[in-house]
T-cell receptor
């Protein structure tokens, strides 16, 4: 357990479903991140939150909607996804953006 | 061309061997991270460095800022070191290498 908890670990959803991924950290970190890791591709940054405010949206389609209600929780709301969105979604946190990152175990998403 | 290049892509070693994984980057950075990803997907941060060398147990990370190059060394490798090792360069955001898949055979 790294201190960053992601749920669920695995998710299979249809293209018309709506689901949410959850990330939680109690490390006292002020920055939280969503990353996407597709097969055979480098990690891609999706969103960055710093002190609950979104500071980066890396040209992510609107079918992915992040929410950060407080510094400890981060959600990724999913709706009308495509099969190519199937990937490992990783959450990370850090104390300031220039410190070491702590990653969660990821949610493996399959869109059918 | 990826801004962060790792080599080799795949590496197979015998237990006990000395391992080196290389990372070259083309952007100005404030720090470089080495990450370890196990088969289940979870990622562990191994090192963050901005100059010189860091050591943790059997792992050593070095960086040469002028040459824009970093190396990760594993001494006395063990099968439990088998994982994907990812180099990440912190520029205006994090830029990731494609990873090096290491397999250490007993």
């Amino acid at each position: 357990e790294t201190g960053v908890t992601q749920t669920p670990r695995h998710l299979v959803m249809g293209m018309t479903n709506k689901k949410s991924l959850k990330c939680e950290q109690h490390l006292g970190h002020n920055a939280m991140y969503w990353y996407k890791q597709s097969a055979k591709k480098p990690l891609e940054l999706m969103f960055v939150y710093n002190f609950k405010e979104q500071t980066e949206n890396n040209s992510v389609p609107s079918r992915f909607s992040p929410e950060c209600p407080n510094s400890s929780h981060l959600f990724l709301h999913l709706h009308t996804l495509q099969p190519e969105d199937s990937a490992l979604y990783l959450c990370a946190s850090s104390q300031d953006r220039d410190r070491r990152y702590t990653f969660g175990s990821g949610t493996r998403l399959t869109v059918v | 061309k990826n801004e962060v290049e790792q080599s080799p892509q795949n590496l197979t070693a015998q237990e006990g061997e000395f391992i080196t994984i290389n990372c070259s980057y083309s952007v100005g950075i404030s720090a470089l991270h080495w990450l370890q990803q196990h088969p289940g997907g979870g990622i562990v941060s191994l090192f963050m460095l901005s100059s010189g060398k860091k050591k943790h147990g059997r792992l050593i990370a070095t960086i040469n800022i002028q040459e824009k190059h970093s190396s990760l060394h594993i001494t006395a490798s063990h099968p439990r070191d088998s994982a994907v090792y990812i180099c990440a360069a912190r520029a205006d955001d994090m830029r990731f290498g494609a990873g090096t898949r290491l397999t250490v055979k007993p």
